[in-house]
């Protein structure tokens, strides 16, 4: 077993550390307090190939692998979860379902403007009444010659509002149940296609979250992604890599956490002493360490069972409800060791709790994410 990153993924480590620190760092907390859409920062990603990592150069890709982009989801998390959930929203949701299952005329036509950057991508599945129970879904899709006509809801739509291109679902065949939803993509500006509220969130200031709405919206027939019918399937493999996201982003949240508790309690002063000196916050100081550690093993394992072409959704489910799990514990006590002032805005430690409870809800609940573990475990 080998645990060394290639050259390739050192390189985009570096790379990517280097734009976080120097060109997102010194807006986050502007971006948390504006709770503004950094569109500058997106189009500064696109500039340097971060949203083509994984794809093909064939469509603006830049060729490389699914780790790839789980080592820069979690530099840019180091230093901002809203930059790193509005990556993950239009890279892992939005393109990888497009070209794992798009025709060839559907990948040609969209992929290229979104790894470029000069489309934004979103991905909708949540509803009202279809959170965890996502194939309860009751947006509905019926076939009218060469069309689709739309109707239905999304909630909680991170890019939803912002967004260009968007991959959504919809039953098909109300009478199958999960075996009955399709998905599709529709872009900005359908007639039928309307946009609802913004939501005012905890964390993750900046990411856009909407409400969609769908009435009698008509899109062509070959907008249908890949088989009807099949879309269940299809967003459970999306929701795979999703999660792998997730948890990169999670790591990302509980190192930048980390690094700045460490030099916080070295910093700090107290008892003559700098705090750094004391067993109850070295033993805070271990527990993080080895948490984080071990996250990041999890994430990367999962990643290279992707690249292998080899069934990773238990080992995503694992490492998505551990990540996420270590990220919340880690903030925690990042704040403990900043005490009083890691209560206050003016310390990152603040923003980056808030922003890292999203993680443990987002491309399914911790909850879910037991039970997948559990089904695969014992055969149900």
């Not at 969209?110 to 991905?123: H, N, Q, V």
């Not at 990643?303 to 998505?320: H, I, P, T, V, Y």
Request: hydrophobic share 40%; with cysteine.
């Amino acid at each position: 077993m080998d645990f060394q990153l290639t050259e390739e993924h050192v390189l985009i480590k570096n790379m990517v550390r280097e734009f976080a620190e120097k060109e997102i760092a010194p807006r986050a907390e502007e971006i948390d307090a504006t709770d503004q859409f950094p569109a500058d920062i997106f189009k500064r990603m696109a500039e340097l190939g971060l949203l083509g990592i994984p794809f093909a150069e064939t469509y603006s890709g830049a060729g490389g692998d699914y780790l790839g982009l789980l080592i820069a989801m979690e530099e840019i998390a180091r230093v901002s979860g809203t930059v790193a959930i509005i990556l993950d929203a239009h890279t892992s949701v939005c393109c990888e379902p497009i070209y794992l299952f798009g025709t060839q005329a559907q990948k040609q036509k969209y992929l290229p403007p979104l790894l470029s950057g000069e489309k934004i991508g979103a991905f909708g599945l949540t509803e009202p009444n279809a959170g965890s129970d996502a194939g309860a879904t009751r947006t509905s899709a019926v076939r009218d010659g060469d069309q689709w006509v739309i109707n239905g809801q999304k909630v909680f739509i991170t890019n939803g509002s912002i967004a260009d291109v968007l991959v959504i679902t919809a039953k098909t065949d109300p009478d199958k149940g999960t075996r009955g939803i399709s998905s599709f993509i529709i872009e900005k500006g359908t007639p039928g296609f309307q946009l609802g509220r913004d939501e005012k969130k905890m964390g993750l200031k900046g990411s856009v979250t909407s409400e969609l709405f769908f009435e009698n919206c008509r899109i062509p027939a070959e907008n249908l992604l890949g088989t009807e019918n099949e879309g269940f399937k299809q967003f459970l493999t999306a929701l795979d890599a999703g999660r792998l996201a997730i948890s990169a982003m999670a790591v990302g949240l509980a190192q930048g956490a980390f690094d700045r508790a460490v030099a916080y309690a070295k910093e700090r002063v107290q008892f003559d002493r700098p705090i750094a000196q004391f067993q109850a916050i070295q033993w805070m100081i271990a527990d993080m360490a080895t948490d984080i550690e071990a996250a990041r093993l999890m994430v990367h394992r999962a990643a290279w069972l992707k690249g292998q072409g080899a069934r990773f959704s238990k080992e995503a489910s694992m490492a998505k409800l551990f990540a996420t799990e270590v990220s919340e514990r880690v903030c925690y006590k990042a704040i403990q060791i900043h005490g009083g002032n890691g209560y206050m805005r003016e310390y990152a430690v603040e923003r980056m709790y808030r922003d890292q409870r999203l993680c443990a809800i987002g491309e399914g609940t911790n909850e879910i994410q037991r039970l997948v573990i559990a089904r695969q475990v014992l055969g149900l």
